[in-house]
């Protein structure tokens, strides 16, 4: 049944009405015996056939219906039987449900810590019934299901772990605050701090939608290149509606229809609200999304009426009720369940209404404006005030949630996602409760009560509170007294209770417990050394080389590594011709779950474009978002399934932190593994592109990352040795951390490493390069350089000692970032235990005793050489990238940033002038015969 938008806001629109009922049954009945004789292929052709007559005789197009009318997806009829112990099942889910309320109230007791009630209270019966049923855990047999839970949910998880034995009272009561003795519990999903419970943090919106998607995918990558068998594991994602605004919810949802991932199953929590007020308040949200979801080839079942209201649509033999279902707009929907139905006489006196008077109150205004005609109205009239307003959604009666979870996990071909209607704050007595714009934020609970004039404001507040734990505790039948409620204890029933019993046993069935992070590590085997010996032995003079096709070449020879090659996963968003990538592509062969169905136009070439279904490389298509979700996927397999893949993530390195940042911390907190490569880096290097390609920060923005090790190579052997010591770290030394490198478009001649010694230096951060001492030298500079402006300050090296008779040290630094580390952690230690003997960072062993300033240039901005400033006591100067970039030739944008060798020069000169080493005038001289305008505007203002 399709509805206009303007039709749906008109508040009271009604829906075309049958005008000929005789006629409208004769052609369903013809229908229907077409169905039973012919099958459902023959009546889709009928129906295309009759919708392409239409069209051609009203010259209109006819556009296929891609919503079902509102109403469940599942029929009565189809409704398969429950197999579990309704009344033990809602014991457990009411304990849980108290226990969740009661940590979020005992955490804001004397604090403002925060948290969140409603939302699971909306979507207790979502995830008990999957606890019970469906979510399988880790065992010999299985490797558990990956479930991305909802992150404004998570004290519900809590509270079932609490009843399991997993977690403490102790830490119950220490819910966020996760310091205090004893531990405590995170704020949301977050394995960084929670490494044996929670696999992936889901509370940045959007973020947990996206990686389900990808990480379902990932799954038949596993299968079917032969690594694991992920046939039995299910991916879950729980997510609420208003999450589906965040454009990485949805946005690639096309690539689940495409795959045909029946893996994959989305629950969508249908409340209705985010936190401000309506998701759709004007519309109907769950229809939107039904026509988003169907049209991106996704199975869709509708959960949104509760059992109470099947005789009602049995009755309904016009379809007068199902039409009234899909007129109404979803802020009306909430008006029936969040209005105050007190008079506003009674408001202003602050009146108090029993239960039974406001459901009496609300069922008579659910009478008069939904079921608001004589046919409605005569459909419930054997119905009292009070059943009506207790008609349940279909997201809070377990029959249907089980109907429509069993139909996803049998269905096949297809992703499936659950639409389920439910009531933010559902069974949340008191202000700020069930379906009000508040109850996001609702922290505490409070009823209205008679006051005493006496009563101090506390006291009326504490008397409020018990009151709507009374409340509560009356609804869901909870063994506590009127005296116990002041203290919101926690509950658990004895071990040898039903209760316990049923829980255990049912999750004895389904493998273990849920959510569980697997911290289990075995170690992959080292790769052959041989593999990474070409980029040790540079380049032959004159055939240069950019460090993006010295990683190609790497790639090409690890990949063949007989311990490790299958596990390499290169993933690339549509940029592997301006990587040099397509010879992998033909050695290796890209993933399609269908193989390839074509003729590539380059078959036969060094550079076919291959698709396999083993294929070994991930391409992702223009999409950053997805990309690192599958680097995430790659990255936590070591730990989800005990699969040690090594992702290689290569990409522009401006689209990288600056546009999946949000991804990029998340991967840290899911402590994923592996290699990001921010391909066709530097702000300078990559010219001709301009200000949004131009790279000048992602080293400094990786720096904030607690778990990333940054590195900036300058020659093809740093990135060996790099790479080497990575897959050692991460795959065998079992570290956690991941590794973003940044690679180059720029050739020019690889030296050969000058010997086994420096590995050291590449791995910490600096290494002494190139000397050079004039006979007679005046003065003595050491020089910084990374990435391909190591190639500027060795040019500058040369002009200071041929033209200013001065000597130089040029290092290498490959990582300004771990040397910032290093040095934080001995000033810490040093600060920390004055009387012990002081520790030497590396990075003054390294420059802490060599004389002269000390000059560093980048590609970046200044902040990022600067790292280490404060540890050169006052010795450096800094030259970097500041400001927009633009389109020119190498040549000019580095002149144009004052990182040429030029300008270089022109910094070692001032500063040895500043340190009274030489006179001013040198700088002068230097200024007017390099050419250096001291007249150009700072480059950040332009």
């Known amino acids: 049944m399709l509805t206009t938008p303007d039709v749906l806001a008109r508040r009271a629109a009604r829906l075309a009405e049958d005008h000929d009922p005789q006629e409208t049954a004769e052609w369903l009945e013809s229908m229907e015996a077409v169905l039973r004789h012919a099958g459902p292929e023959r009546a889709h052709y009928l129906l295309e056939q009759l919708m392409a007559l239409v069209a051609r005789r009203t010259r209109t197009p006819m556009i296929g219906a891609i919503t079902t009318p509102y109403v469940n997806t599942i029929p009565l009829e189809e409704q398969p039987p429950f197999p579990g112990n309704r009344e033990l099942e809602r014991r457990i889910k009411s304990i849980v449900r108290w226990n969740a309320m009661a940590m979020v109230l005992r955490a804001n007791r004397n604090t403002n810590v925060g948290g969140h009630i409603s939302t699971f209270a909306s979507a207790a019966t979502l995830y008990e019934i999957g606890f019970n049923h469906f979510f399988r855990g880790r065992s010999e047999t299985h490797p558990g299901d990956v479930i991305f839970f909802q992150g404004h949910a998570s004290p519900g998880m809590y509270a079932r772990a609490f009843l399991e034995g997993r977690l403490s009272e102790t830490q119950l009561l220490n819910f966020r605050r996760e310091l205090q003795t004893g531990g405590g519990l995170s704020s949301y999903p977050h394995p960084w701090l929670m490494p044996n419970f929670w696999q992936f943090p889901t509370v940045s919106m959007g973020l947990g939608p996206i990686m389900s998607i990808y990480h379902a995918r990932f799954n038949r990558y596993l299968r079917d290149r032969g690594l694991l068998d992920t046939d039995p594991v299910k991916v879950w994602a729980f997510l609420g509606d208003g999450e589906c605004d965040e454009p990485e919810t949805l946005g690639c949802i096309g690539l689940a229809g495409r795959e045909r991932l029946d893996n994959l199953i989305w629950v969508i929590n249908c409340n209705l609200q985010r936190l401000d007020g309506p998701v759709r308040g004007n519309g109907k949200i769950i229809q939107e999304l039904e026509g988003i979801f169907r049209g991106a080839g996704w199975n869709v079942i509708k959960v949104i009426w509760g059992s109470d209201w099947d005789p009602l649509l049995q009755a309904d033999h016009t379809g007068a009720l199902a039409r009234r279902m899909m007129e109404v707009v979803d802020g009306e929907y909430q008006e029936y369940i969040g209005r105050d139905v007190r008079t506003p006489e009674e408001i202003r006196n602050k009146v108090v209404l029993s239960e039974e008077e406001d459901l009496e109150r609300r069922g008579a205004f659910i009478r008069e404006h939904f079921f608001n005609t004589p046919e409605l109205r005569a459909l419930v009239e054997h119905l009292p005030n009070s059943r009506l307003a207790t008609l349940k959604r279909g997201g809070h009666d377990p029959l249907k949630v089980y109907a429509a979870y069993k139909a996803a996990v049998e269905h096949k071909g297809q992703p499936t996602v659950i639409l389920v209607k439910t009531i933010k704050g559902y069974g949340i007595p008191g202000t700020g409760g069930a379906g009000k714009n508040t109850t996001h934020q609702l922290k505490k609970l409070a009823v209205e009560i008679e006051r005493e004039p006496s009563l101090a404001p506390e006291e009326i507040s504490k008397r409020q509170m018990i009151a709507a734990l009374r409340l509560f505790r009356d609804r869901f039948e909870l063994p506590f007294t009127d005296e116990q409620l002041g203290e919101v204890p926690f509950y658990r029933p004895p071990e040898d209770s039903p209760e316990m019993k049923y829980l255990r046993d049912r999750r004895r069935a389904l493998g273990g417990f849920q959510p569980f992070r697997n911290t289990t590590f075995t170690p992959s ?60 592509y033909k050695s290796f062969g890209i993933y399609s779950s269908i193989g390839q169905l074509y003729t590539p136009v380059d078959k036969g070439t060094l550079t076919e474009y291959k698709e396999s279904t083993n294929g070994q490389i991930l391409q992702e298509g223009i999409n950053e978002a997805g990309a690192m979700c599958s680097f995430i996927a790659a990255g936590t397999a070591y730990n989800t399934y005990g699969v040690n893949t090594i992702p290689f993530y290569i990409y522009y390195s401006m689209f990288g932190f600056q546009r999946v940042g949000d991804l990029i911390w998340a991967a840290a907190d899911a402590r994923t593994r592996g290699f990001l490569l921010g391909a066709t880096a530097g702000r300078t290097t990559l010219n001709g592109e301009g200000l949004q390609h131009q790279d000048g920060h992602s080293h400094l923005v990786a720096s904030a990352v607690p778990t990333c090790r940054a590195y900036d190579p300058a020659f093809a052997y740093e990135l060996a040795v790099i790479i080497e010591e990575g897959i050692h770290a991460m795959f065998i030394r079992n570290e956690e951390c991941f590794y973003y490198l940044t690679l180059y478009n720029e050739s020019y001649d690889m030296p050969p490493m000058p010997s086994p010694q420096i590995r050291e230096g590449i791995i910490r951060g600096i290494y002494p390069f190139r000397s050079l001492r004039p006979q007679g030298a005046i003065a003595e500079v050491q020089l910084l350089g990374s990435g391909p402006i190591l190639m500027e300050v060795l040019r500058a090296q040369k002009i200071l000692a041929e033209q200013y008779n001065v000597a130089s040290t040029v290092y290498s630094v490959t990582s300004y970032q771990m040397l910032r580390r290093e040095a934080l952690e001995c000033e810490r230690y040093n600060r920390l235990h004055p009387l012990a003997e002081k520790r030497v960072s590396f990075v003054r062993q390294v420059l802490g005793n060599v004389p002269g300033p000390i000059i560093a240039a980048s590609d970046y901005v200044r902040a990022v050489p600067e790292l280490i400033g404060p540890f050169l006591e006052g010795r450096l100067l800094a030259l970097g990238t500041d400001g927009f970039g633009r389109s020119d030739t190498r040549k000019a944008l580095r002149r144009f940033f004052e990182i040429d060798a030029e300008h270089v020069t022109v910094a070692a000169l001032y500063s040895l002038a500043e340190r009274q080493e030489i006179d001013r005038s040198v700088v002068q001289q230097a200024l007017e015969s390099l050419g250096v305008s001291p007249d150009a505007p700072p480059p950040w203002t332009v």
């Open 525 to 584: 085997s080292p790769p052959d050394p041989k593999a990474f010996e070409p980029l040790l032995k540079g380049t032959p003079p004159g055939k240069g080389q950019s460090t993006t096709l010295a990683w190609v070449v790497l790639m090409t020879q690890i990949m063949k590594d007989p311990a490790i090659g299958k596990y390499i996963v290169p993933i690339v968003p549509d940029e592997g011709q301006t990587f040099g990538m397509p010879p992998m």
